[in-house]
């Protein structure tokens, strides 16, 4: 986190902060006593945030001028928003390059279950054994690699989007290294509970999609300006479906320990991410 300004203006400062979100800028902003600050949340957008800024200070009109060329924009026939290369650039854009590789190979890898390959892929990508002494810690991908296997069309398009919605958004504002890291621990966590709970035999991404939620519950709770707010509505669906897989009244399989080690992990992750940027204000 680095501090971009200090001001007492409030108008100034929510102009400014919608210009910077506007073009992308991952931007926070936190009061202290009477001063408002604005936090840089990536480092590595701050040569663009300082040249922003530096325009908006020429100019304090062109926040308003942006504004009004995206509502020009929507107001035009939504024939340009219907594109499907039009929605699949606007998709592309919300999601970093680890979130939307990570989604190739979950569908690769989906594909190749169709084929012969099967049973060699399965047997690459399984946790593999059969008892917690014979853990793989010669072979460490096995801890994460069940979270590539998906065993139905359901399955596999249930997480991607969430994965793709959630990982996206996390990526964009806290950077790639922080989604590598919170991926990992929430697929060790996730697939070493599963494991240790019902055997080696078991797959998907569900685990990492509770972890990512966990975190934007917490970083994002009672912030609608955070991207990684979810609505209330939202919360309790994920946490019902949560409840639901413990009660066997499903129609599908569901890995329930991997659900909530995930959830576990994500939400101290999503802890520490908001401890470690109120330390990073003062």
């Not at 020429?58 to 039009?86: G, H, K, R």
């Not at 793989?136 to 997480?159: E, G, K």
């Not at 066997?248 to 909530?260: E, K, M, R, S, Y």
Request: hydrophobic share 50%; proline share 5%; charged share 10%.
């Amino acid at each position: 986190m680095q501090k971009l300004l200090t001001t007492r203006d409030a108008e100034m400062m929510a102009n400014l902060y919608r210009y910077l979100q506007q073009n992308g800028v991952p931007v926070t902003v936190s009061e202290q006593g009477n001063q408002l600050e604005l936090w840089l949340t990536v480092s590595s957008y701050h040569a663009h945030a300082k040249a922003l800024i530096q325009a908006f200070k020429d100019n304090p009109d062109i926040a308003n001028q942006a504004v009004e060329s995206t509502d020009s924009q929507t107001a035009q026939p939504q024939q340009t928003n219907t594109n499907p290369s039009s929605m699949l650039s606007i998709m592309l854009r919300q999601a970093g390059w680890f979130t939307a590789l990570y989604a190739a190979i979950v569908v690769l890898v989906f594909l190749g279950l169709m084929t012969p390959l099967a049973e060699g892929i399965l047997g690459a990508l399984l946790f593999n054994p059969n008892d917690f002494e014979s853990l793989p810690w010669a072979q460490p991908w096995r801890f994460v690699s069940p979270a590539v296997l998906h065993f139905s069309v359901l399955h596999i398009l249930f997480n991607v989007f969430w994965w793709w919605y959630l990982g996206g958004r996390f990526e964009r504002y806290y950077g790639t290294k922080w989604l590598v890291l919170a991926f990992a621990v929430c697929a060790i966590a996730s697939n070493t509970s599963q494991f240790i709970e019902s055997g080696p035999y078991f797959g998907g991404l569900s685990g990492v999609v509770y972890g990512l939620f966990g975190i934007a519950s917490v970083v994002g709770w009672k912030n609608p300006r955070h991207p990684l707010f979810l609505p209330n509505g939202l919360i309790i669906f994920m946490l019902a479906w949560l409840v639901l897989g413990y009660t066997g009244l499903l129609w599908v399989n569901i890995a329930n320990t991997a659900h909530t080690a995930g959830l576990v992990s994500g939400l101290v992750i999503g802890v520490v991410i908001r401890f470690l940027t109120q330390y990073g204000r003062r």
